[in-house]
């Protein structure tokens, strides 16, 4: 047996750890190559859904639900549950109904926010851009329901969960500018519309809003958008 | 008659005139309620109620009314009467968290607010000395002084600062229905009312604070109520 000199076995030793390093390095390069085809998949995906929602929701002329909206709060174990009516158009118009478990309704109409409180009876109005959280909100949603997501896929990464139903998950790219944290929508096929959104805020409260009796480009009166609403 | 003289009739007419209209205005108020001094027996003390004592939660109806404009929304209290401490969430009609704070005493350990309802320190310094107000500190201090008019007992209480807090008590069941904090001035900084009560305590509560710049109202309905640690 030949006697092996310290100094192969450290060459040796070398050239085992450069070998290594090498299949390292090829590893990483093949996830990161697979991480971004995976990516750009899940990208042209996202983007084939989004264009699919797009195209279904953008010829809607009006939305007519009842929902039920699911409160967690983090800092309560008890859910808060809404329940109520909306109804949007495409001229940008809102009415967005409470009926449980308080009674209340506010439009959103021509720049002009108009809240009617069940109990007192009363109706205050306010420009828009006085408190923006609360349209900014109601017009987001109207955004979504409506399928106009290009505000959004500027704002935040959407993916699609699950493409049937259409599952969309989006989540902002700057998390500290935005209320929420994620932000899931799922699509009801046949006929498409929103059926269920879901939005985690930064907070660690929780939203789950079901949309159920959904009525698509219906006829809209101008007496629709009065406050007090009608009786459901 | 001299001029000095003239001008200085004339000031104090003047200065009359606006003392009587402001205490007519109810810009401040008598550090002696009406009627007459009362001693209270220990049983009519102990009978004495406002909420519970044991820790408890509710699900409340709220109105913010400010600069004439009605804010509804919806709120969940939870209060620890032992501990001091307690934790609120309130959200409008439509479900977006308007403020979530949890403190004891004046410490606040959890404040989130809305971006649109300003500072969040000063707006959950706000609420969470209203729900001071309205929860806490509902028993008068044991050197009150008591005094009967009519149908309600009040008792009003020496603060540290001057001034002086007024709890009203209906004789009949002991039932708190009405505090106020006056400033060592004599002005009503806040009060709240206590109306319609169930067997577990007040179900409609009348808050108007004054300490701000913009004076406020809240209306509160308690939907239901819950013993901590029950569903």
Known sequence: MSQVPWFSFAANRRGLAARRGVRTLFQTLVICVAGLLAATLVRADASNVLNRVRTELSGQTSVRAMFTQEKELSLFKQKLVIKGRLLLDDKGSLLWITDEPIRSAVTIRDGTLRQWDGESGHVTSLPVKRIPALPALMGQLQRWLRGDFDALVGDADVCVEKETPPTLVCTPKQEDASPFSSVTLTLNENPFYVRQVEITETSGNHMTLRFEHVELNGAVQDSDWLLPPKQP | ?231
């Open chain 2, 1 to 231: 008659m001299s001029k000095s003289k003239k001008l200085c009739e004339s000031m104090t007419v003047r200065g009359f005139l606006v003392t009587v209209s402001w205490l007519l205005s109810g810009g401040c108020a008598s550090v002696f309620p009406p009627g007459d001094p009362v001693e209270l027996t220990e049983t009519q003390r102990a009978g004495l109620r406002a909420f519970p004592g044991h820790p408890y939660e509710m699900e409340q109806s709220v109105v913010l009314s400010l600069r004439g404009k009605d804010f509804p929304g919806l709120g969940i209290t939870r209060i620890l009467p032992g501990e001091g401490s307690f934790a609120a969430s309130c959200l409008t009609a439509q479900g977006l968290t308007v403020f979530d704070i949890a403190g004891q005493g004046d410490r606040l350990d959890v404040c989130r607010t809305l971006p649109d309802a300003g500072d969040p320190q000063v707006v959950g310094q706000a609420f969470a000395r209203n729900i001071q107000c309205v929860y806490f500190g509902n028993l008068p201090d044991p050197q009150a002084s008591w005094w009967r008019d009519g149908e309600s007992w009040t008792a009003v209480s020496a603060l540290p600062d001057g001034g002086t807090l007024r709890h009203r008590f209906m004789c009949a069941n002991g039932r708190l229905t009405e505090k106020c904090q006056f400033t060592r001035r004599g002005r009503l900084a806040w009060s709240v009312t206590f109306k319609d009560y169930d067997e577990t305590g007040p179900c409609r509560i009348e808050l108007i604070d004054r300490t701000l710049r913009w004076p406020y109202e809240l209306t509160i309905r308690i939907q239901a109520w819950h013993r901590k640690g029950e569903p």
